[in-house]
């Protein structure tokens, strides 16, 4: 049984791993065995605390996602480390709120380039070095706004609802070939990216009062199917977004 959601000997990908979801979810890959690199702008140093204090090895890697212009870099400086890449999250996301009727070109092509440009060119080069290697896993950090429409984040579900498109495709595309794409679309989670809302009393309570749950999600909610993603036990799981939102879709 532990085989089957064992990551020893795997290496993982994570972007964006300095805190929040990024950061569980790199964690609980390291908890469950593998080494991580984690790629992103900004220190990632609990992360590294954390993945060294359960045994693996860990590698920083500095890049700003909000241009195509680290992605090689990335990977190369990944696999000059650890000999290979199993697993890629692609989590580094951001999001801009302004009601649609003056949504600003800058909001919409920020979102558009991080969330969802550059998510598809990292894939792309980290499938290129799991084809050599015969295969791997590729997690998408996707949103309730890949199933449903929000408001005032119009770039934002934009992006959402294009990744799980591309979850889809990628799969179709990759499947055969032994790598898995699939997506985590989170609930609502306490963390930098949700702060606006949590500070509007009456947003916030209205939030709470439809999660079956009954409250808002922790990171470390993540972990869980972020394992079950990287590891044997979702060898024939393709292109799903898988949500993870204390029953928000099922309302
Ligand atoms: P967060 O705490 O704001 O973390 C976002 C991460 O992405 C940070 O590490 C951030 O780095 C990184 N990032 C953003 N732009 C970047 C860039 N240009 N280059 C490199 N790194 C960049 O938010 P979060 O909630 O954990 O978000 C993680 C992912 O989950 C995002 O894709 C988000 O859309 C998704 N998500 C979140 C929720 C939620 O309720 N919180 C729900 C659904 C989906 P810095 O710290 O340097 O900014």
Redesign the pocket.
Known sequence: MTKLFSLEGKTALV????????QAIAIALAEAGADVAVA???EPTETQKAIEAAGRKFLSIK????STEPVQRVVDETVAAFGKLDILVN?????RRADSIEFSEADWDAVMD??LKVVFFLTQAVARQMLKQGGGKVIN?A??LSYQGGIRVPSYTASKSGLAGLTKILANEWAAKGINVNAIA?G??E????EALRADAERNASILARIPAGRWSQ?SDLGGAAVFLAAAASDYVHGVTLPVDGGWLAR
């Open positions: 972007t964006g791993a300095n805190t929040g979801i990024g992103g702008r900004s890049a700003d996602f909000g989590n580094a996301g951001i999001i991080t969330n950090i949103s309730l989170p609502y989670v963390t930098n990216n949700t990171a």
